[in-house]
């Protein structure tokens, strides 16, 4: 009380002072009132449900009731619900957990893979080879498929860096805000309800659609999305805290209509919505006149519509203030919340010191195959964009369906052990592989192919691999690959292959096709080699063709005749693109050269490529050199240029001979994309080619720089690369050449 005060009060008269101590006692009282009735407010149970993207409303959920005071005693929560209710018991503030969200790309969370740079190389050549969704396991169990377009690996890693598994693994048991998550027994079609155990792996299990990501396996069960039992877990949240009011938010998506129904993937989400909203009905028939229930107006906003996350977390603002009269009922004074705060924000601690890290779990990868890929050191402090980093570029082996991790700090006091926890193939450790080819210019010059294969693979300790394949069609053959590592980090290796095709090549003139030759050819390598990181290969060895051409039809230019010729080549492939068939960055470049003495010849074949993307542009170039350095190329091995991007006005092969130089610019424009889980993109593009032949063995009348153009429309699909394209080059005295073109598959 100030000197002034006191000489008030003393100069005043007793009604003054009887005035004071009223006000002084109505104070307390209304106190006294507003804490007991903090501590008499009703017990609140949050629900948020499924809905995929359209979840991001429970954001604009959580900022409302944040803003309003109102304190919730426990959360259940489906699908994305689990997602932002488990990242919400984590201690993760609502405005966070929006940016966070947002700044997420949800199209590249939803491939498992790493960037195509950050790939085993031997990875990258079979995928090249081969389709890499087709990879079918095979075993005395029989055939066993991929259990899921995604496997959820960098999604997983995702959830551990919101729920900050990196300080140490979350369990749902420890977080002081109660939760619960709903998931899925695909088996027996039973609710699973996560009340403990780890947080991350709940969200994930909760979170994996049927088909598109594959199930969790969690005490011999198999789950996958809450929302096919319970997708607005209402009897759950009451159960859970004995809620006296439920705030149950749905965000479900609304069944398709008839049009909408048209393929195989629209009639499975029908399914599942069916499913869903069944359940949901039921859930909501619970609800009691004194719960709230918020349904925020998402129309025009699927399930796919991550990017759309903030927009989407504001429609759930709209929605909850539209109930906010409600709401305030249960909101509690500013203290009171300040406290509530404080008591379900979990602890948190100083990022560990890793004390040891080990590898868990492998059965039969050498755990050096991942220690070649951990940065992470004794003594260092746990960074989770490093360890993830680390444990992408292992998981780029492609020998898991997942790579994840966990710090334990029960055995050291003071430092934590990370556990690399890699999980092999289940579908594994052999596989079928599966690949074709389409390459038409409507005219004569077409081929087909449809191509197999039977991979062995860890057939020893060091990563030992067996290949053999075939091949049906205009392009047919067989061979067989052994590739062994000979050091548990697989930096060095010797290889083996034998290979047999037989094809048809034309010679022309003038635009004529003046005869088809059938080539048969065999060649056996021998080499070594070495990995230099995930920069590419070098090799060294010895290789012996076996060719034979026989006249198919037209005149006789060239001779039928078999040659035998042999010699040591070395090679050097790099590639540092982002993606396997259609890059928007990066760079690659390869290097073969091939001495046959015995023939007086070399060939020499170097390439190299560039990408670069400017918003949804993308620009590439590519040059290309094929030669002999010493004698001159025979008939019997001609370099030759032709076909889509590899001067697309000629038919394939249509340019032969000696000393061919190329070079192209392209230009693409992104105009579509493939739903989340299907890599690739669809692009329009325009290209300007030109080639020189010194030495031509066909057309010959085309001297000197050849100019070629091309637009055409290209795009990656799960059955590979697809272009249809026409190429016109005005070379030549007979009217310019020109094709249309049509190309399907795996080169």
């Known amino acids: 009380m100030s000197a002034g005060q006191g000489v008030w009060l003393a100069s005043s008269t007793p009604w003054r002072v009887l005035i004071v101590a009223g006000m002084l006692f109505s104070g307390a009282c209304a106190a006294a009132a507003q804490a007991a009735g903090d501590l008499a407010r009703p017990r609140v149970g949050l629900v948020l449900g499924g809905g995929g993207a359209r979840g991001a409303a429970h954001i604009g959920v959580l900022e409302v009731l944040e803003k309003l005071r109102v304190p919730v005693d426990c959360v259940a929560g489906t699908s994305m619900g689990a997602l932002v209710a488990g990242v919400y018991a984590s201690g993760l503030p609502p405005s966070t957990m929006r940016s966070k969200l947002a700044e997420a790309d949800w199209d590249d969370l939803f491939r498992d893979d790493p960037p195509l ?22 075993g005395p169990q029989g055939v066993k498929g991929q259990p899921g377009i995604v496997m959820g690996q960098k999604i997983k890693l995702f959830f551990n860096t919101l729920v900050r598994d990196y300080l140490g693994e979350r369990e749902i048991e420890a977080l002081p805000l109660p939760l619960s998550i709903i998931a899925t027994d695909i ?11 780890s947080l991350s792996n709940a969200m994930r299990a909760s979170m994996s659609v049927p088909g598109l990501m594959a199930p969790v396996e969690s005490d011999g069960k ?22 006296d009011v439920i705030i149950a938010v749905n965000v479900g998506s609304p069944l398709l209509k008839a049009e909408d129904i048209s393929g195989l993937l629209s009639v499975s989400a029908q399914m599942v919505n069916i499913l869903t909203e069944q359940n949901v009905t039921r859930s909501l028939a619970t609800l009691k006149p004194t719960d709230i229930y918020i349904k925020p107006d998402l129309d025009g906003i699927t399930a796919g519509d991550f990017k759309r996350s903030s927009e989407t977390a504001d429609r759930g603002v709209a929605a909850t203030e539209a109930v906010a009269d409600r709401l305030r009922a249960l909101a509690v004074s500013e203290t009171a919340y300040a406290a509530w705060v404080e008591q379900v924000q979990p602890p948190m601690r100083a990022a560990p010191r890793v004390g040891e890290v080990q590898i868990a779990g492998l059965r039969l990868v050498n755990p050096a195959v991942i220690e070649r890929y951990l940065q992470i050191k004794p003594g260092d402090t746990v960074d989770p964009a490093r360890v993830d980093a680390d444990l992408m570029r292992a998981y780029g082996d492609g020998y898991y369906q997942q790579v994840d991790y966990a710090l334990d700090s029960t ?35 077409s081929t087909y192919s449809i191509r197999a294969a039977y991979q062995k693979t860890w057939l020893n300790s060091l990563g030992g691999e067996f290949l053999v394949y075939g091949s049906i069609g205009s392009l047919s053959g067989a061979g067989a690959d052994f590739y062994q590592p000979i050091d548990a980090r697989q930096r060095y290796f010797v290889e083996a292959n034998v290979h047999y095709q037989n094809r048809l090549t034309g010679i ?70 982002d993606r396997l068939y259609f890059p928007t960055s990066g760079w690659s470049s390869n290097v073969k050269y091939f001495d046959s003495q015995a023939n007086g010849y070399s060939r020499l074949d170097a390439g190299a490529s560039g990408y670069f993307s400017i918003g949804d542009w993308v620009l590439a170039s590519r040059l290309s050199y094929q030669g002999s350095p010493v004698g001159q190329l025979p008939t019997y091995d001609l370099g030759q240029l032709g076909g889509m991007l590899n001067m697309t006005a000629f038919a394939v092969g249509q340019l032969k001979g000696d000393d ?88």
């Open 117 to 138: 740079d950050q790939q085993n190389f031997r990875k990258k050549v079979l995928d090249k080879r081969f389709l890499p969704g087709s990879e079918t396991g095979i």
């Open 660 to 747: 061919i130089s190329y070079g192209s610019v392209r230009a693409e424009r992104i105009i579509g994309r493939l739903p989340l889980g299907l890599r690739g993109d669809l692009r329009l593009g325009v290209a300007l080619e030109a080639a020189k032949v010194g030495r031509p063995f066909t057309e010959t009348t085309l001297k000197g720089w050849i100019p070629d153009a091309a637009i055409y429309l290209g795009g990656e699909t799960p059955l590979g690369p697809v272009y249809l394209g026409y190429g016109y080059s005005n070379a030549g005295s007979t009217g310019g050449y020109s094709n249309f073109y049509l190309f399907l598959g795996t080169p």
């Open 508 to 577: 022309y003139e003038n635009d004529n096709q003046l005869a088809q030759y059938k080539i048969s050819e065999t060649s056996v390598r021998l080499g070594a080699g070495m990995n230099i990181g995930l920069l590419g290969q070098a090799r060294l060895g010895w290789q012996e063709n076996f060719r034979k051409s026989q006249l198919e039809t037209g005149s006789p230019i060239l001779p039928e005749q078999s040659k035998t010729f042999g010699g040591w080549f070395t090679a050097l492939d790099f590639d540092q693109t």
């Open 411 to 445: 055995t050291l006091r003071d430092r934590d052990i990370l556990r690399v926890l890699p999980v092999e193939k289940s579908w594994g450790p052999d596989y079928l592989r599966f690949g074709l080819n389409l390459d038409s210019n409507f005219r004569t010059d």
């Open 222 to 243: 198999k789950l996958v999305d809450g929302g096919l039992v319970d997708n607005v877990p209402i009897d759950e949240a009451r159960q859970r805290c004995q809620a």
């Open 187 to 197: 088996v027996g079609g039973d609710k699973v309800v996560f009340r403990e155990g």
